[in-house]
């Protein structure tokens, strides 16, 4: 972000000042590193994306087919009961076009916007689904309600991340 | 007449270094199942949720939003405290004086085993322009602590030595406990030293687990537990953060936080009427400071009361029967819990080996950690 570009009413720090060290800066860059337990769950849905599969957790109470999968149900209170696969296809939910990269810095010019989109999981409950990304599609193209299909890492590049996944295309037909 | 607030359940993990079946998820669950039970409740009938959580430590900004699923708290009144779980305890208790909330549920949980670099996250607790550019260890606070209650002659380096011994020996009756061991004062003052006079040993090793309790209104105390233990006071407070004018030899924060514990609870004389104590040792020498500043002892006698057995498990104050941080662990914002958990235990008579009989009046302590000077306080009785 450039300041220069803010009125503030007052007169701003530009970012200048700081690179000419006109103003005391201090630079200390937060060594904060994280091992997550992912507890059963994940655990399991991840090694099943190695596999190139898609596993849910079932509810038999509610009846929801749930996913990503958890070993309790949050509506009804209780453990789950069983494992399911579901398909890796589905339907998007929503979706956005973002001319803006992760740390909202703008995309290079020429570069494709990313595509994030909530997809519906074939299988799996109504509303449940995958947070991912679209590729193999123009922007203009997408819509809410298009049937799409994971494409997989090859099986030899997956780590057991949500990423081996690398997109979702839409279905032709 | 004032509304009472009773614990009518209380669930709990075993206390560890490291969790690596469950996520911070199924640690919870695992908790508030238990707690759930023992009430005879279900999350359909809390009325609100209170959660304890810090982001730095957790790895997630907003960490709040992560706490509902295992509560059962979906679409449900749910709050989160940035502090320790008596603090959280503390706005439990108010949400039921207000007599608009019945049950209210409280949590926390300490995934310390997944926080990879947490001398450099309690770095960040410093101030960054004043302090975090001299580039040394927050641990420095607490020698910088020890050194001036050392010098002021409040206890021997001996006796804050034999804190260590006696709370990591405690934790050997405690099954929960993941520190215990049997150790002499020659091994904490010959421990590896970190920040002297703080040596290794003299500080508690962290540890994992969660701990969810079950509050209700005393009008219907009795339909959910026929053993309640009632919160007849709760206090908190806070010094200032600066590390170049707070009073480094006594624990200020501490002793306000007791004397408005003491204030609700309607209590006079401490020291007489306390029957046991859970305080916060996170730092050998805290426990004697803590103990003090609680009026539990005169300035000056709570090491000499140590060495003399006073707040061993037998002695007239026991002092930390669970193991406290030396020997349980700590537990960064649940520490605060597993002082209620002991209590709850405690004066339920359900402590085991390491029951404290007689026991009907009891303090829980919380300090929120180096460089921090943030108290909270929770009497409790049968
Ligand atoms: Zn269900």
């Given at each position: 972000m450039e300041l220069e570009k803010f009125e503030l009413g007052a007169t701003p720090l530009k970012e200048s000042a700081m690179k000419d060290g006109k103003v005391l800066t201090l630079h200390k860059k937060p060594n904060l590193k994280y091992a997550w337990d992912n507890g059963p769950a994940i655990d399991r849905y991840l090694a099943e994306l190695k596999k190139g599969r898609i596993i849910a957790r079932k509810c038999n109470k509610c009846r929801r087919i749930m996913i990503p999968p958890r070993m309790f149900c949050e509506l009804c209170w209780r453990p789950t009961d069983e494992w399911v696969y579901v398909e890796d296809t589905g339907v998007v939910n929503t979706f956005s076009i973002c001319y803006v990269n992760w740390d909202a810095s703008r995309i290079k010019k020429g570069d494709k916007p990313h595509l994030p989109a909530v997809i519906e999981i074939d299988g799996a409950s109504d509303g449940m689904g995958i947070l991912h990304v679209l590729g193999e599609v123009e922007p203009d193209k997408v819509k809410i309600g298009m049937k799409v299909k994971a494409v997989w890492k090859k099986p030899e590049e997956?780590?057991?991340?949500?990423?081996?996944?690398l997109y979702f295309k839409p279905m032709r037909g | 007449m004032r509304e009472k607030v009773a614990i009518a359940g209380i669930g709990y993990t075993a206390f560890t270094s490291?969790?690596?079946?469950?996520?911070y998820r199924e640690l919870t669950y695992e908790a508030a199942v238990k707690a759930y039970e023992e009430a005879g409740i279900e999350p359909k009938d809390v009325d609100s949720f209170v959660c304890t959580s810090e982001d730095m430590l957790e790895g997630y900004s907003i960490s709040d939003e992560y706490c509902n699923d295992q509560l059962g708290a979906v679409l449900k009144p749910v709050q989160t405290i940035p502090g320790d779980f008596l603090h959280s305890l503390a706005v439990g208790v108010m949400h039921i004086l207000t007599e608009k909330f019945d049950i209210v549920v409280v949590q926390a949980l300490s995934k310390a085993s997944n926080m990879k670099t947490i001398p450099e996250m309690v770095n960040f607790a410093m101030d960054p322009v004043l302090n975090r550019p001299l580039d040394i260890t927050a641990y420095a606070v607490a020698g910088l602590e020890m050194n001036r209650f050392l010098e002021e002659g409040k206890a021997t380096r001996e006796q804050c030595a034999t804190v260590v011994v006696k709370n990591k020996a405690n934790a050997l009756a405690n099954p929960s406990a993941g520190y215990g061991a049997r150790i002499t004062v020659d091994h904490v003052l010959e421990s590896e030293p970190v920040a002297e006079p703080v040596r290794l040993l003299d500080i508690a090793p962290y540890a994992d687990g969660a701990v969810v309790v079950v509050l209700c209104a005393e009008k219907i105390a009795a339909s959910l537990t026929d053993k309640p233990v009632w919160i007849n006071g709760i206090g908190w407070s806070s010094d200032s953060p600066?590390?170049?004018?707070?009073?480094?030899?006594?624990?200020v924060a501490v002793r306000l936080a007791g004397d408005m514990a003491y204030r609700m609870a309607g209590i006079r004389c401490p020291a007489k009427e306390i029957d046991l104590a859970e305080i916060n040792d996170e730092i050998s020498f805290k426990e004697l400071q803590h103990l003090e500043a609680l009026r539990l002892f005169e300035p000056g006698q709570a090491g000499r009361a140590t060495e003399d057995g006073v707040t061993s498990p037998q002695g007239k104050l026991p002092v930390n029967v669970s193991g406290g941080g030396l020997g349980v662990g700590h537990l960064f914002e649940c520490s605060g819990a597993q002082k209620v958990l002991e209590l709850v235990l405690q004066l339920r008579g359900e402590a085991g080996a390491r029951q404290v009989l007689g026991a009907r009046v009891g303090l829980a302590q919380a300090w929120r950690g180096i460089p921090t000077t943030s108290a909270a306080v929770a009497i409790l009785s049968a």
């Open positions: 997956r780590e057991g991340a949500i990423t081996d996944i | 490291v969790s690596p079946g469950s996520s600066t590390l170049e004018s707070r009073d480094w030899t006594d624990a």
